[in-house]
């Protein structure tokens, strides 16, 4: 029960900021719904690594979290590949569909 001397102050009532919620994702499903990698357990062992960038932060844990914005730096194939993520994938769909959930920022490839 409040006093009549809080009731008076004027103070306004604090609220909490409302709740936002962001899609996100595990790194190593990323890699894999994305078809950047052909099974889920290459995902983990190029996540663990130690060669991985999550915007520009090494990391070494397949479990770290992804959201759209993030940008994804790493080895693959004899080069480095850049990539921003723009959606999060619900499933490891076709390859346009995969393609439409990242933007590839990489150097072009030397000839």
């Not at 078809?35 to 889920?40: E, I, P, S, Y």
């Not at 619900?90 to 030397?110: F, H, K, N, V």
Request: with cysteine.
């Amino acid at each position: 029960m409040l006093s009549a001397r809080s009731r008076d102050c004027g103070c306004e009532e604090r609220r909490l900021p409302a709740f936002r919620w962001e899609p996100r994702l595990r790194l190593d499903k990323f890699l894999f719904f994305t078809r950047l990698v052909k099974t889920r357990s290459l995902a983990q062992r190029l996540a663990e690594g130690g060669h991985l960038r999550i915007d520009s932060r090494p990391t070494d844990r397949a479990h770290a979290e992804v959201r759209p914005g993030m940008v994804l730096s790493f080895p693959l194939n004899d080069r480095v590949r850049v990539l921003r993520i723009e959606a999060i994938p619900a499933r490891r769909g076709p390859a346009p569909e995969a393609q439409a959930c990242y933007t590839d920022l990489s150097p072009p490839a030397a000839g």
